[in-house]
């Protein structure tokens, strides 16, 4: 069962990540949309900025992870995955505190949640390893 589901756990990580890749480019090249997404709308320049070096700061992490699966390293993947849920759970706390319940917390809520899935299907991949 820990086979099935480390394999399951690649494939679920490969299509998070791959995923992450197409949001982080698409975002950088349109701010104004990816920021309605976060729940702070980006109005101006300023704001613009920030949202293209927040998604260009998640697509070199995301890149890091797809190069560490090709490369097969299961435990590399893991670890990343377990330490990118510190990144979804730490926004919405501040949109929260910032702007309030309203502030479009489902979308790192989600997020958080598929990250920390993904993150416990890659251990299971690495339990399953180890017992090889």
Same mark, same amino acid.
Do not use: C
């Given at each position: 069962?820990?086979?099935?589901?480390?394999? $399951?756990?690649? /494939?679920?990580? $490969?299509?998070?990540?791959?995923?992450?890749?197409?949001? =982080?480019?698409? =975002?950088?090249?349109?701010?104004?949309?990816?920021?309605?997404?976060? /729940?702070?709308?980006?109005?101006?320049?300023?704001?613009?900025?920030?949202?293209?070096?927040?998604?260009?700061?998640?697509?070199?992490?995301?890149?890091? =992870?797809?190069?560490?699966?090709?490369?097969?390293?299961?435990? *590399?993947?893991?670890?990343?995955?377990?330490?990118?849920?510190?990144?979804?759970? @730490?926004?919405?706390?501040?949109?929260?505190?910032?702007?309030?319940?309203?502030?479009?917390?489902?979308?790192?809520? $989600?997020? =958080?949640?598929?990250?920390?899935?993904?993150? @416990?299907?890659?251990?299971?991949? $690495? *339990? *399953?390893?180890?017992?090889?």
């Amino acid at each position: 069962m820990k086979n099935v589901l480390g394999n $399951v756990g690649v /494939g679920f990580a $490969v299509v998070l990540i791959l995923a992450f890749v197409v949001f =982080g480019i698409r =975002g950088i090249y349109d701010p104004t949309a990816a920021s309605m997404r976060f /729940g702070l709308p980006a109005d101006d320049a300023d704001e613009m900025f920030y949202y293209r070096v927040y998604l260009a700061r998640n697509l070199v992490i995301v890149l890091a =992870g797809l190069v560490l699966l090709a490369l097969r390293q299961w435990k *590399s993947v893991a670890i990343l995955l377990t330490t990118a849920l510190a990144l979804p759970i @730490f926004d919405a706390v501040l949109l929260y505190r910032e702007r309030g319940p309203e502030a479009g917390l489902t979308v790192h809520i $989600v997020t =958080g949640v598929i990250v920390a899935i993904a993150a @416990f299907l890659m251990w299971m991949k $690495v *339990s *399953s390893t180890n017992d090889a």
